[in-house]
């Protein structure tokens, strides 16, 4: 097995394909060559990562031929390196190398520096304070926590335009003209989820919002392709979500989506990440979170021979907690939104009937 080598503005990229036989299907793996992350000044030198050693590799990509001629690009990346906006840039620059340019249309940032905590004694608001206190409970009686994942289903659900239709007429006339679809998706699935699960109406549960800083936040440049992802947590009881109106959940959805709108709020979530870190994030109890990829730019890919039908994300962690919503297209070549969720059975089953009976005209 030999390297395929380019070089590009001084740096070399290799990249080994090794072809294998799968049933009737050829698989062709292309792996990181030998990798060294940056050094950090004063720290001891970082184990190098092996092409061969797939399973602890910061990237990893498998792509499959089928036999009708098309194939399948499968790709892992650790979500410390990148996130779903980086990955896509990642993929960008393969396919524009693909293609014969000389170089990738946009040029990779580092730049891991720009979400380094700048205090070391951030100001911490009451309700992020209540998720501090209760991570240091050692009770839990929410069963998306208690429970192990492999004993949930997961679903997705594919919701067309007419779908959208019928949800868009439960939405008051004041907020009819400018809720966005994850606005409207995110209140319909939270307020779903939180009957099907059988919370007690006295319970608090958050909702978190996936705030991509690109674009918001104006220190982070052009090609930045790490983890750009900020969150945002806002809590209510399920007695107050599921009682009042349709547009009083959107407008909860909002003021999520608010809480990352200033560059003060977004390095305060900075500087809270060395905190949550030494806490156990995934004993948060009854918190959903709402993560939107439709436009991260997969049907942008461009391989110039290839033309990109579909994918999506199959899972990340947790994937109790976090449900994704993203594109596809039906056999008309019609766009539709999938919503992914993770749920017990019975839980599943009284989420179904609860997404039927908003879709109902």
């Given at each position: 097995?030999?390297?395929?080598?380019?070089e590009l503005?001084?740096?070399?990229?290799?990249?080994?394909?090794?072809?294998?036989?799968?049933?009737?299907?050829?698989?062709?793996?292309?792996?990181?060559?030998a990798?060294?992350?940056?050094?950090?000044?004063?720290s001891?030198?970082?184990?190098?990562?092996?092409?061969?050693?797939?399973?602890?590799?910061?990237?990893?990509?498998?792509?499959?031929?089928?036999?009708?001629g098309?194939?399948?690009?499968?790709?892992?990346?650790?979500?410390?390196?990148?996130?779903?906006?980086?990955?896509?840039?990642?993929?960008?620059?393969?396919?524009?190398i693909?293609?014969g340019?000389?170089?990738?249309t946009?040029?990779?940032?580092?730049?891991?520096?720009?979400f380094?905590?700048?205090?070391?004694?951030?100001?911490?608001?009451?309700?992020?304070?209540?998720?501090?206190?209760?991570?240091?409970?050692?009770?839990?009686?929410?069963?998306?926590?208690?429970?192990?994942?492999?004993?949930?289903?997961?679903?997705?659900?594919?919701?067309?335009?007419?779908?959208?239709?019928?949800?868009?007429?439960?939405?008051?006339?004041?907020?009819?003209?400018?809720?966005t679809?994850?606005e409207l998706?995110?209140?319909?699935?939270?307020?779903?989820?939180?009957?099907?699960?059988?919370?007690?109406?006295?319970?608090?549960?958050?909702?978190?919002?996936?705030?991509?800083?690109?674009g918001?936040?104006?220190?982070?440049p052009?090609?930045?392709?790490?983890?750009?992802?900020?969150?945002s947590?806002?809590?209510?009881?399920?007695?107050?979500l599921?009682?009042?109106?349709?547009?009083?959940?959107?407008e909860?959805v909002?003021?999520?989506?608010?809480?990352?709108?200033?560059?003060?709020?977004?390095?305060?979530?900075?500087?809270?990440?060395?905190?949550?870190?030494?806490?156990?994030?995934?004993?948060?109890?009854?918190?959903?979170?709402?993560?939107?990829?439709?436009?991260?730019?997969?049907?942008?890919?461009?391989?110039?021979?290839?033309?990109?039908i579909?994918?999506?994300?199959?899972?990340?962690?947790?994937?109790?907690?976090?449900?994704?919503?993203?594109?596809?297209?039906?056999?008309?070549?019609?766009?539709?939104?999938v919503?992914?969720m993770?749920?017990?059975?019975?839980?599943?089953?009284?989420?179904?009937?609860?997404?039927?009976?908003w879709?109902?005209?």
């Amino acid at each position: 097995m030999s390297p395929v080598v380019r070089e590009l503005a001084g740096y070399k990229v290799a990249a080994f394909v090794r072809y294998r036989r799968v049933g009737v299907s050829v698989a062709l793996c292309c792996e990181a060559a030998a990798l060294s992350l940056p050094p950090r000044s004063g720290s001891r030198p970082r184990r190098r990562l092996r092409a061969s050693d797939s399973t602890h590799a910061p990237v990893f990509t498998v792509i499959t031929y089928l036999k009708c001629g098309g194939f399948v690009l499968g790709t892992y990346m650790c979500h410390c390196i990148a996130d779903a906006f980086g990955t896509i840039q990642f993929l960008k620059a393969i396919v524009d190398i693909a293609r014969g340019e000389a170089k990738p249309t946009t040029l990779p940032v580092w730049e891991r520096e720009l979400f380094l905590a700048t205090s070391l004694q951030p100001h911490i608001k009451e309700d992020q304070k209540k998720l501090f206190d209760e991570l240091e409970s050692t009770t839990c009686d929410d069963i998306m926590v208690t429970m192990p994942t492999e004993n949930m289903v997961s679903e997705y659900f594919i919701l067309s335009q007419i779908d959208m239709a019928a949800l868009r007429r439960h939405v008051p006339l004041n907020l009819n003209k400018t809720v966005t679809s994850f606005e409207l998706l995110t209140a319909v699935t939270w307020r779903s989820r939180t009957i099907a699960l059988g919370y007690r109406p006295c319970h608090i549960v958050r909702l978190m919002i996936v705030v991509n800083a690109r674009g918001r936040w104006k220190k982070l440049p052009l090609g930045y392709y790490g983890n750009g992802l900020l969150c945002s947590v806002i809590e209510t009881t399920v007695n107050d979500l599921c009682t009042n109106p349709l547009g009083h959940t959107i407008e909860l959805v909002r003021k999520a989506k608010d809480e990352m709108k200033t560059e003060e709020n977004m390095q305060l979530r900075v500087d809270l990440l060395p905190l949550w870190r030494e806490k156990p994030y995934i004993k948060v109890q009854r918190i959903f979170e709402a993560c939107d990829i439709k436009w991260i730019g997969q049907d942008t890919l461009d391989i110039g021979w290839a033309k990109r039908i579909g994918g999506g994300i199959p899972t990340v962690s947790p994937p109790n907690l976090t449900s994704y919503q993203f594109l596809c297209k039906n056999e008309k070549g019609e766009k539709s939104t999938v919503i992914s969720m993770l749920l017990p059975q019975p839980a599943m089953d009284r989420f179904k009937k609860e997404m039927a009976a908003w879709l109902i005209e």
